[in-house]
């Protein structure tokens, strides 16, 4: 059989997606990154190999902030942005999607597409107000477990409202309205209600908004940010059996693409994980850039460079 290897290595998670020819879903994970890329991908790919067991893969795409990174450790035949592999994700999960609502970790995105092609696209990489990671901070503060957040804003009775803009403001307005005696399902509800709000003035400013829509990323589990967009752009809201990790299967799909023009797939194999991986970087003095050169080593010996504005250091 064969097989397609995607990984989309974000700050938060670094999720990997093994499909085959007709691009099911065979295998995947979701880890987190906590900081430690190289170190994250190659536990992905042991544990990965243990999964698999004797598939073979024939490519490999990969996507993400950290997606040269993981392109140059694992040997990718492809290396795209989140925006193209979200979107080829999207397109082969539901035919003739329009839309495409992601919020992940510490980011969101809204993609545009008409007849298969990307056609506008915004993303929010300042404000982590409605991203994974603050739904993951107001849920530890409360003492609720995150998987519980979404069920308890659907069980409000009458919501209240947040101040959404700014993660700091929205977490002082849930602390106030606490102390005015409202439930904790009616400030959650009111909290998925604001996020949604912020999303939508912020990344979907002047985006034409049409179904199908897809939901993607982590927080397209929470029920609550579901409803809530749901009810705002009174359209029905899809979320894909494998929302967590659509840039991963996007990036898997483009492998399998990417391979039909290569004899060979350029893949180290699961054995890079047993490797010793080395980070440096200098500034360079050559002109008034300053490029920050960084070098990825691999058993001491330099594999890649990148960070700089000229030919000076491409030759590694």
């Not at 544990?47 to 990718?76: C, F, H, M, P, Y």
């Amino acid at each position: 059989m064969k097989c397609y290897l995607g990984i989309d290595v974000g700050s938060v998670s670094t999720n990997l997606v093994v499909i085959n020819d007709n691009y099911q879903v065979l295998e995947k994970l979701y880890l987190r990154t906590q900081g430690r890329p190289i170190d994250t991908i190659q536990l992905g790919l042991k544990q990965l190999k243990e999964k698999i067991g004797d598939l073979k893969i024939k490519g490999v795409g990969t996507t993400g902030s950290a997606r040269n990174l993981a392109g140059v450790i694992v040997g990718a035949d492809i290396v795209k942005n989140e925006i193209t592999a979200h979107a080829v994700a999207a397109a082969n999960e539901v035919s003739g999607v329009r839309t495409v609502l992601e919020i992940g970790g510490q980011d969101s995105k809204i993609i545009i597409l008409r007849e298969g092609v990307v056609t506008d696209f915004a993303m929010n990489t300042v404000c982590a107000a409605g991203t994974g990671s603050f739904l993951d901070q107001q849920a530890s503060r409360l003492n609720i477990p995150i998987k519980e957040f979404g069920s308890l804003a659907l069980k409000a009775e009458n919501p209240v409202r947040i101040a959404g803009r700014c993660s700091v403001f929205a977490e002082s307005d849930m602390i106030h309205k606490q102390q005015l005696g409202h439930s904790l399902e009616d400030i959650i509800a009111g909290l998925c209600e604001a996020l949604v709000r912020n999303y939508l003035n912020n990344v979907g400013q002047g985006k034409e908004i049409l179904g199908p829509i897809l939901f993607q990323g982590g927080v397209a589990a929470n029920q609550g940010i579901k409803e809530a967009f749901a009810t705002e752009l009174g359209e029905e809201i899809i979320v894909p059996q494998h929302h967590d990790v659509m840039g991963a299967l996007g990036s898997a799909i483009l492998a399998k693409e990417a391979i039909k023009q290569k004899k060979e797939s350029s893949f180290k194999g699961f054995d890079v994980s047993g490797f010793s991986y080395n980070v440096s970087s200098f500034e360079c003095d050559g002109c008034p850039n300053g490029c920050e050169i960084i070098n990825i080593y691999q058993e001491e010996e330099l594999v890649a460079r990148w960070g700089f504005k000229c030919p000076k250091w491409e030759a590694v």
